[in-house]
C-alpha cells in the first residue's frame, strides 16, 4: 500500500511526536534523533545524532525503542531505517 501526501503528512506528525516522547532518552546518553521522512512505502527514516552514532546499542535502541515507538504511534509505518548508520528495524 502507497501512502498519499495527506496520509504522510499525518503520519510525519504522529512519527514526530513519538520521537519527542523518546528524545529525553537519548538525550541523557549524549544522542538524539531526526526524522528525515516518511516514504510512500511506509519507511520511516530517521537520522541519529551524537553518541548514538557510535554507541554499540544503537541497533538496540533503533528495533526495542524507535522502530516500536513509531509503529505504534503510525501502525501505517512499515519499517525503519537509519539513514546515517545502515541500520534498518
Same mark, same amino acid.
Given at each position: 500500500? %502507497? *501512502?498519499? %501526501? =495527506? !496520509? %504522510? &503528512? +499525518?503520519?510525519?506528525?504522529?512519527? !514526530? !511526536?513519538? *520521537?519527542? @516522547?523518546? %528524545?529525553?532518552? *537519548? =538525550?541523557? &546518553?549524549? #544522542? @538524539?534523533? +531526526? *526524522?528525515? =521522512?516518511?516514504?510512500? @512505502?511506509?519507511?520511516a527514516r530517521v537520522k541519529?545524532? #551524537?553518541a548514538c552514532c557510535g554507541c554499540a546499542m544503537s541497533h538496540m535502541t533503533m528495533k526495542a525503542g524507535v522502530e516500536e515507538a513509531l509503529k505504534r504511534a503510525s501502525p501505517e509505518i512499515r519499517s525503519v531505517e537509519a539513514v546515517n548508520l545502515g541500520v534498518v528495524a
Open positions: 500500500m %502507497r *501512502l498519499t %501526501r =495527506e !496520509q %504522510r &503528512d +499525518s503520519v510525519t506528525l504522529r512519527a !514526530q !511526536q513519538a *520521537l519527542n @516522547d523518546l %528524545r529525553p532518552f *537519548l =538525550e541523557a &546518553d549524549g #544522542g @538524539d534523533i +531526526s *526524522l528525515e =521522512e516518511i516514504t510512500a @512505502d511506509g519507511i541519529l545524532h #551524537g
